[in-house]
T-cell receptor, first 116, second 112 residues
Framework: GAGVSQTPSNKVTEKGKYVELRCDPI?????LYWYRQSLGQGPEFLIY????????DSGLPNDRFFAVRPEGSVSTLKIQRTERGDSAVYLC??????????????FGPGTRLTVL | LAKTTQPISMDSYEGQEVNITCSHN???????ITWYQQFPSQGPRFIIQ???TKVTNEVASLFIPADRKSSTLSLPRVSLSDTAVYYC?????????????FGGGTRLMVKP
């Protein structure tokens, strides 16, 4: 069956621009997570949705980052006024309802964001 | 600062057993401990998950002591295709609450 998909796979932008990254979770998965991963490091938690609402957004680094999931399926991560330090791979994952936020997560391939 | 700690890298040979330990002193009470495998240019892939004691599935075992401050992933009889980065994922408690936290990853190199 279809896994988690993320678009675009690569995004190059200029400092100060606005970007949107999209995640299509596995159908029926109610939980959705966003992480970012810098080269050689583990994924860093950003935000976790249960259905349409953000259950935990404590990982968003500042108010330039925002994520939505209006219908409880597709999610969009939005970054305003991008900075070079935002360059990373942004990973999305989804999971079924189960053992809370640490339930088995299925990851997408990521979006590689490069800010010039 | 609450964090998870793993060895940066490990080397092994085909057919050997590999054990990778993750330390997580401030693990949140209700969260499971999960391990993931990641190949280059791919998202992490679930390996195994547990809450306490020992869990075994078709690819790995997970050992968790009673205090849950660490966990050990055991890969029996590794093959070349097990060369990858392995991460533990836990919820960690700190003054601000608790947050899902990946370890820094252990890069496993399996040699013929």
């Amino acid at each position: 069956g279809a896994g988690v998909s993320q678009t675009p796979s690569n995004k190059v932008t200029e400092k100060g621009k606005y970007v949107e990254l999209r995640c299509d979770p596995i159908s029926g998965h109610t939980a959705l997570y966003w992480y970012r991963q810098s080269l050689g490091q583990g994924p860093e938690f950003l935000i976790y949705f249960q259905g349409t609402g953000a259950a935990d957004d404590s990982g968003l680094p500042n108010d330039r980052f925002f994520a939505v999931r209006p219908e409880g399926s597709v999610s969009t991560l939005k970054i305003q006024r991008t900075e070079r330090g935002d360059s990373a791979v942004y990973l999305c994952a989804s999971s079924k309802v189960g053992q809370g936020r640490t339930n088995e997560q299925f990851f997408g391939p990521g979006t590689r964001l490069t800010v010039l | 600062l609450a964090k998870t700690t793993q060895p940066i890298s490990m080397d092994s040979y085909e057919g050997q057993e590999v054990n990778i330990t993750c330390s997580h002193n401030n693990i949140a009470t209700n969260d499971y401990i999960t391990w993931y495998q990641q190949f280059p240019s791919q998202g992490p892939r679930f390996i195994i998950q547990g809450y306490k004691t020992k869990v075994t599935n078709e690819v790995a075992s997970l050992f968790i002591p009673a205090d849950r401050k660490s966990s050990t992933l055991s890969l029996p009889r590794v093959s070349l295709s097990d060369t990858a980065v392995y991460y533990c994922l836990v919820g960690l408690s700190n003054n601000a609450g608790n947050m899902l936290t990946f370890g820094g990853g252990t890069r496993l190199m399996v040699k013929p």
